[in-house]
């Protein structure tokens, strides 16, 4: 059974990094693509970017290149989001998830990344 | 980037009737990566419909997708109340992924 298990909730100030966790049950890691997508509060979708795990190749959103690094883990079948120079506007709920024929398929609960000075 | 603009934005409608969600692209899409999301508060996105028509796995029948090119259609056949949720269209193309704004569907 596929899952996906987040980090914790996060509270940063502005200026700082955040790192995100991504477990990852049930599956091949390497097989598939991890995407990020982020919530702001009361907002909509926003795709991030992705990671091969197999590779280690990304592509980020063009609107968080420079300030995101995605990373991972196969030892432990886990999957990095780093967003660096955090504003305000970057509090969001954070989500990982797993490729289903390049759509996501399977997500994590969501991390909460709030940016307050 | 493709553009994903989706009508209505609220629909208010009551269980029993039927539901038609519309995403409309700024540029054409391959139907191959055309998706839907269905999310409810506190809750991640699930994903309904992969590739524009195909139902993702565990998602009931009601549930159906169409169109292509530029114009693509979610229809819910017949509303249960736990299908009151906010609906998400997304895009896959050139190695980049768009979402739509979202359709509200709420309880007549």
Redesign the interface.
């Known amino acids: 059974q596929v899952h996906l298990v987040q980090s914790g909730a996060e509270v940063m100030k502005p200026g700082a990094s955040v790192k995100v966790s991504c477990k990852t049950y049930g599956y091949t890691f390497t097989g598939y693509f991890i995407?990020w997508?982020r919530q702001a509060p009361g907002q909509?979708?926003?795709?991030v970017g992705?990671i091969n795990p197999n590779s280690g190749g990304t592509?980020y959103?063009?609107k968080f290149q420079g300030r995101v690094t995605m990373t991972r883990d196969t030892s432990i079948s886990t999957a990095y989001m780093e967003l660096s120079r955090l504003r305000s506007d970057d509090t969001a709920v954070y989500?990982c998830a797993r490729d289903?024929?390049?759509?996501?398929?399977y997500?994590?609960?969501?991390t909460l990344v709030t940016v307050s000075s | 980037e493709i553009v994903l603009t989706q009508s209505p934005g609220t629909l208010s409608l009551s269980p029993g009737e039927r539901a038609t969600l519309s995403c409309r692209a700024s540029q054409s899409v391959s139907s191959n990566y055309l998706a839907w999301y269905q999310q409810k508060p506190g809750q991640a996105p699930r994903l309904l419909i992969f590739g524009a028509s195909s139902r993702a796995t565990g998602i009931p029948d009601r549930f159906s997708g169409s169109g292509s090119g530029t114009d693509f259609t979610l229809t819910i056949s017949r509303l249960e109340p736990e299908d009151f949720a906010v609906y998400y269209c997304q895009q896959y193309g050139s190695s980049l992924y768009t979402f739509g704004q979202g359709t509200k569907l709420e309880i007549k």
């Open positions: 995407y997508v909509g979708l926003e795709w992705w592509n959103a063009q989500y289903y024929s390049s759509s996501f398929g997500w994590g609960q969501g």
